[in-house]
């Protein structure tokens, strides 16, 4: 399976705690996306990467967020000291990164459910 | 500025009923994109189908098809005899030209219930 992958898919962690997900973008997509989704809401962007390059944050990426993908392949998003607020589905998703109908498509992973206790 | 509205939060069918999901759309491009998301139970955003907006036609696919009208700035989703195996939440987006996908924002989703 070639798709984007996320991992881990689930994780419950105490408030407090630090935690981070790794992505795995489409092999041929250089760019890379982190969006959140709560529940009864759709996916709301967090921030993207064209190749390494981060070139782009939402406001909803606090101080405590830190997104990575230092050889433009893999990324991780890492959060510090978690809020109960900070529960939720980080998805990630990649694309061709181009403009036009192709790179205007962005597939998503499976998302990491994050439940902060 | 961006937004994606889709007013029916949930519907609930019969299977082999016919069901319709609206989404409006607002935009200053002249040059966007639109797609359908499905999001089954397991979590993952499937994507559908992307339109253009110069291309208006509406299209088929099996039981699904999609109805673009930019008069009224809708991209309407259909699924005729439906399944059990529809049941899903259903997301509309819209994407600007010259962002790559970056900006692509999402609707509030509809819940689609199939009861056998």
């Known amino acids: 399976d070639t798709g984007v992958s996320q991992d881990p898919r689930h994780k419950i962690t105490k408030r407090g705690q630090n935690v981070t997900f790794r992505c795995d973008p489409i092999s041929e997509h250089n760019r890379l996306y982190w969006y959140r989704q709560t529940l009864g809401q759709g996916p709301e962007f967090l921030t993207y990467?064209?190749?390494?390059?981060?070139?782009?944050k939402s406001r909803l990426l606090s101080d405590r967020f830190s997104a990575e993908r230092p050889k433009g392949s893999f990324s991780t998003l890492e959060i510090q000291r978690t809020e109960q607020g900070d529960s939720a589905m980080y998805l990630c998703?990649?694309?061709?990164?181009?403009?036009?109908?192709?790179?205007?498509?962005?597939?998503f992973g499976e998302g990491s459910w994050l439940t902060v206790v | 500025a961006q937004k994606v509205t889709q007013a029916q939060t949930e519907i609930s069918v019969v299977e082999k009923e016919d069901v319709t999901l609206d989404c409006v759309y607002e935009?200053?491009?002249?040059?966007?994109?639109l797609f359908w998301y499905k999001q089954p139970p397991s979590g993952e955003l499937v994507f559908l189908i992307r339109?253009?907006?110069?291309?208006?036609q509406n299209e088929i696919s099996g039981r699904y098809s999609w109805n673009f009208q930019k008069s009224t700035s809708s991209f309407n989703f259909t699924i005729t005899a439906s399944q059990v195996v529809d049941s899903a939440v259903y997301f509309c987006a819209l994407s600007e030209d010259g962002t790559g996908g970056f900006k692509t924002i999402f609707g509030a989703g509809t819940r689609l219930f199939v009861k056998a």
């Open positions: 990467f064209q190749n390494e390059a981060q070139l782009e």
């Open positions: 935009t200053r491009d002249t040059t966007y994109y």
């Open positions: 998703a990649s694309s061709l990164g181009m403009t036009g109908i192709s790179g205007n498509t962005i597939y």
């Open positions: 339109r253009n907006s110069f291309d208006e």
